[in-house]
């Protein structure tokens, strides 16, 4: 065959294969394709020639050997797998096998690859076989027939070829395992195999060089389809590694609880989230916060952490780069209720990825130590308050006499300053004649004694002072190391008892002469004197003192204390040297009466020698008495106020009765000597209720329960509307009235409105009644503090032409119940309690009020009161008035008014229902009557009202709760429109109905008008 015939040959192979044909140049770069390559890679002949083989091929071939070898197959060393890319994107796994070629038809040499695509079946038994060898895993096959047994090479591979590929029984296998697991391997194995079970072991087996392996077995037995054993296969995997890793991990968790549970501090473990939610607790929370370990796993916990330790522990586990070392002192809750300090540290658990999976928490009780810590702290603070505040010198010396530490009192004795004397030995200052005293005594004190004597010092200005100085030894831990000493100037002291001296022949007229009770007890704290005054509160003769012993003599002087003289206060005075005193004892007379007493134990010196104490007592029972007889009167005038301001509640229910019959009597047609009567009773009603209203005011300023409200108002429209109140009464009296507002007064103050007004209208009401000619003239002026918005203080003046107040007489002005005189009070009439109401609405509205006045030619009375004011410019301030507001009606209240209205009266009075049902009637309403809160609430539930009208004081059920029943019955439909009715008509009362849902109120005595626009602003 010639060489054409060759080529037509080979292009009709390569025309008709199956494979991808490729032939490479040296550089990489095709050189031919076979036309397959449009069927199994999706690419033109054209598209691929003349390119670099790096464009298609996705990864460095493998040898296939490396992967058969694992499978247990033999393939050529020349076939290796290649991966190449689909045009449209597919991986593509190829069996390819490359020969080097001599000659290309270009006469150059070059590599021909032919490439079969693998089947998905094969590629995925090779890939299983691959990842078997990775993870150590491998398996066998027992055929029950042959009795042979095939070990995968994974598993010969893990026993170093100790088991052939083919055994003829499993004995082989068996002689590796460790004796200790063969016969359990074997006995788990024959149950499999008689039952028809797989199984699921671990052993041991032994390797050379006394190397231990840890196998896992997994099997499953097959049959035939009549019933028979078949095969038995299974897998064995190396778990060597993790089995180790597993024990120290558990050796290391059984360590870890050890140490947890014995240590004695409380170790926990808490997720990473934000309420610390506890993993596990240490038994130590047993005894340090008394719950078990259980209680307390599974709780946020931040729920036993003080509040007020809760944001800094929140703060200390955010903080980045938290080291063992840094601790956090915070409260933990016992489970008895109380807190205890704890002492805390923490630390992160890390995952690989760096995430936080849970943190340690080391907690220790240092209660104790915060209490000791508090208690040293306390008692560094009460010792050098001790040193720096003690009205003595107090020093400290070293074992040589030198100072070590002194405050300013010691330079004041000596003149020295604190730099001088510090480090200075103190013989210098010492005179002459008592250094040896001094060191006598100093070297006492160094021996452990202490000492307390008198001598002299030169000042450093060269004059004599006078001191007692006490020495104490400074012992640490056993061992003196130094010397307290506690110095006091008693110049003046000797001075006084060398007159003491002088005087001696009169010192019994001067204990006779005190009213004070004197005791003098020796050395030996026997009684050697009393004087007539404490003898006479004693019941005792001055002469029988001195045969009392210490004991005898204090049992009689004292109370309630079983007294021993090494315990004793005056027996303390004169060993100690220290002055005593004592309040409000109870001590006894002869005759078993007691009596409280003041007194104080001093102890007596004699040029340096304690010669005993003196005590000196004071009879203080009729003080207290004194003081009881003033709380009585306090309570007894509290007393009063609350009994005013009952008998005003209980006086106006009837006055509503009066005062509403008036009001709708006036809308009869009468005649006009009828109506001068009913004028008469309505005035007389109204100056009664204007009293009532007085004495109201007047119990609780008294009793100490009036409040101001804080609200924006118009002064100018308050002015004005007093001015409107009173007018038509000047009219009458042909006076004039008039108000006068200067320019720079703000349009809107803040303040109380209604003591404003109050205490206005007193003081126009008193012009225009003691004012019978003239001019009654009303003046508002206005100082800022600063700015705008920084206040200032109003002052207002009412100005009369009247009777004016005589001199003599001012001062009776603003006293309660005061009338300037009998005749005045008969013509004009009142209380006298108007103007003490003003001052104590001004005072207590942070104001002052005075007056100005001549008799017979008029008065002038003026307050004055710090606002905060707005001018026409400013915004409204934000503060909102303290005043309670109506509800608003609803948007459907108009539907409201398109039937005939029923209402509803509760109220335990007959006359007050009465008077409502005919105030009612008159404006076309059905009315029912309820006579308490009970009967309400049952005639609601009977018959559905547009109104209730509510009294409060009712009984069986009060007006709060009936209103509160009805509206929960009204929850799922349109509620009724209760009203309060009631003789409580302070803020506070007007508050409380709308709390708890009423939707209007009306005080006692009840009006025409106020049902008027009751009925006006719910219905239309």
């Known amino acids: 065959m010639n060489i054409q015939q060759e080529y037509e040959w080979s292009g009709i192979w390569l025309s008709h294969v199956k494979e991808l044909v490729i032939f490479y140049r040296q550089d990489g770069t095709i050189a031919y394709v076979s036309p397959s390559c449009l069927r199994i890679l999706g690419y033109a002949q054209e598209d691929m020639i003349g390119r670099h083989r790096s464009e298609f091929e996705l990864k460095r071939d493998v040898p296939y050997c490396s992967y058969a070898h694992h499978f247990g197959e033999i393939e050529s060393e020349e076939l290796h797998l290649r991966t190449m890319s689909h045009q449209d994107g597919r991986i593509l796994w190829f069996e390819a096998e490359e020969r080097e070629i001599d000659r290309l038809p270009n006469g150059e040499s070059g590599t021909m690859s032919t490439a079969k695509v693998m089947t998905e079946q094969k590629r995925k038994m090779l890939m299983w ?10 398996y066998w096959d027992w055929d029950f027939e042959s009795g042979k047994i095939y070990f995968s090479p994974e598993i010969r591979d893990m026993v170093t070829g100790k088991v052939q590929a083919l055994e003829q029984s499993p004995q082989p296998f068996y002689d590796l395992i460790h004796p200790s ?18 199984g699921d072991i671990r052993f041991r087996i032994l390797l050379p060089g006394e190397i231990w392996r840890m196998l896992r077995c997994v099997w499953g037995v097959f049959k035939t389809e009549d019933g028979q054993l078949n095969r038995v296969f299974g897998v064995i995997q190396d778990i060597t590694e993790s089995t180790e890793m597993e024990e120290k991990m558990l050796e290391s968790e059984r360590m870890y609880r050890l140490i947890a549970e014995t240590s004695g501090d409380w170790i926990t473990l808490h997720k990473p989230d934000e309420a610390a939610t506890v993993l596990y607790s240490s038994p130590v929370c047993k005894s340090m916060l008394n719950y078990e370990p259980e209680e307390l796993i599974g709780i946020p916990a931040f729920d036993i952490i003080h509040p007020d330790d809760r944001e800094p522990v929140a703060e200390f586990l955010g903080r980045e780069g938290i080291h063992e070392d840094d601790r956090i002192t915070l409260r933990a809750l016992h489970k008895a209720g109380h807190y205890i300090w704890i002492e805390t540290s923490s630390r992160r658990q890390y995952n690989e990825k760096g995430e936080i999976t849970s943190v340690i928490s080391v907690s220790r009780d240092i209660t104790e130590r915060r209490k000791a810590e508090q208690m040293l702290k306390e008692n560094q603070q009460r010792y050098r308050s001790l040193f720096d505040h003690n009205p003595f010198a107090v020093y400290s010396m070293n074992l040589n006499g030198d100072y070590l530490t002194a405050n300013s009192n010691l330079q ?50 060269g004059h004599l002072v006078e001191i007692n100085s006490t020495n104490i030894p400074i012992v640490v831990d056993g061992e003196i190391v130094g010397v307290y000493g506690i110095t006091y100037d008693i110049t003046d002291r000797k001075r006084h008892l060398e007159q003491i001296e002088k005087l001696s022949n009169q010192y019994n007229l001067i204990l006779n002469s005190v009213n004070e009770g004197i005791i003098g007890f020796d050395e030996e704290a026997r009684p050697i004197f009393i004087n007539p005054a404490g003898a006479d509160m004693l019941q005792m003769d001055p002469g029988e003192i001195s045969g009392y ?9 004292q109370t309630n204390v079983a007294l021993q003289s090494e315990n004793a206060g005056v027996y303390r005075a004169i060993q100690d040297g220290r002055r005593y005193a004592v309040s409000e004892a109870v001590l006894l007379r002869k005759d078993g009466s007691s009596f409280l007493a003041d007194y104080q134990v001093t102890p007596i010196w004699d040029k340096g020698v304690q010669k005993g104490a003196v005590v000196v007592f004071r009879d203080i029972t009729s003080e207290k008495e004194i003081l009881k007889a003033k709380e009585m009167a306090e309570k007894a005038d509290r007393a009063k106020s609350e009994y005013l301001a009952i008998m005003s509640h ?24 009828q109506r001068s009567y009913l004028n008469t009773i309505q005035t007389s009603c109204n100056a009664l209720l204007r009293i009532l209203n007085e004495i109201l005011d007047f119990s609780k300023l008294e009793a100490g329960k009036m409040e101001l409200s804080h609200e924006q108002f118009s002064l100018h429209s308050v002015v004005g509307s007093v001015v409107d109140l009173f007018l038509p009464r000047a009219n009458e009296k042909g006076i004039s009235l008039e108000a006068d507002i200067e320019d720079k007064v703000p349009v809107l103050v803040e303040g109380d409105e209604g003591r404003f007004r109050q205490v206005l209208v007193n003081l126009v009401g008193n012009a225009v009644k003691f004012t019978e000619e003239g001019s009654i003239r009303i003046h508002v002026k206005y100082e800022y503090a600063s700015s705008i918005h920084s206040g200032g203080w109003f002052t207002v003046s009412v100005t009369d032409t009247g009777i004016g107040i005589p001199e003599e007489r001012r001062d009776q002005l603003f006293q309660s119940f005061s009338q300037l005189h009998p005749s005045i009070n008969l013509k004009y009439g009142g209380t006298g309690l108007g103007l003490a109401i003003c001052k104590k609405l001004v005072e207590l509205m942070g104001g002052t009020i005075g007056m100005q006045s001549r008799e017979g030619t008029g008065s002038s009375f003026y307050f004055s009161l710090p606002f905060m004011g707005r001018n026409k410019d400013s915004e409204l301030a934000a503060t909102p008035s303290s005043q309670p507001r109506l509800p608003e009606p609803e948007s459907d209240s108009s539907a409201r008014s398109s039937y005939a209205l029923r209402a509803l009266i509760a109220d335990d009075n007959l006359i007050n229902r009465t008077l409502l049902s005919k105030m009612l009637g008159k404006f076309g309403l059905h009315t029912d009557q309820a006579e308490n809160g009970r009967e309400a609430v049952k005639a609601y539930e009977e018959q559905r009202y547009d109104i209730i009208f509510m009294d409060i004081q009712m009984p069986e059920m009060n007006g709060f709760e009936a209103a509160q029943a009805i509206l929960q019955q009204s929850k799922d439909g349109r509620s009724p429109i209760i009203v309060a009715v009631t003789a409580f008509a302070q803020q506070n009362d007007r508050e409380a109905c709308l709390d708890c849902g009423m939707h209007d109120f009306i005080s006692k005595p009840v009006y025409v008008s106020e049902i008027k626009r009751v009925l006006n602003r719910w219905f239309h």
Not at 651 to 668: H, S, Y
Request: no cysteine.
């Open 129 to 138: 076989s691959y990842a078997r060898s990775m993870v150590q895993v491998g």
């Open 181 to 198: 697991d063969v016969d359990t391997v074997i006995k788990t194995l024959n149950t499999g195999t008689k039952t028809g079970q797989g």
């Open 412 to 461: 004041k004795i000596t003149g020295y300053t604190l730099e001088d004397l510090i480090g200075m030995y103190w013989g210098p200052l010492v005179h002459p004649k008592d250094l040896d005293k001094t060191n006598y005594h100093f070297n006492l004190a160094k021996q452990g004694e202490p000492q307390s004597y008198d001598l002299t010092i030169i000042h450093k200005d």
């Open 549 to 557: 012993s210490y004991d005898e003599f204090m049992k009689q002087f």
């Open 650 to 673: 209980e006086i106006r229910t009837p006055m509503n009765g009066i005062m509403g019959m008036a009001d709708l009597l006036d809308e009869t047609l009468l005649s006009e000597e």
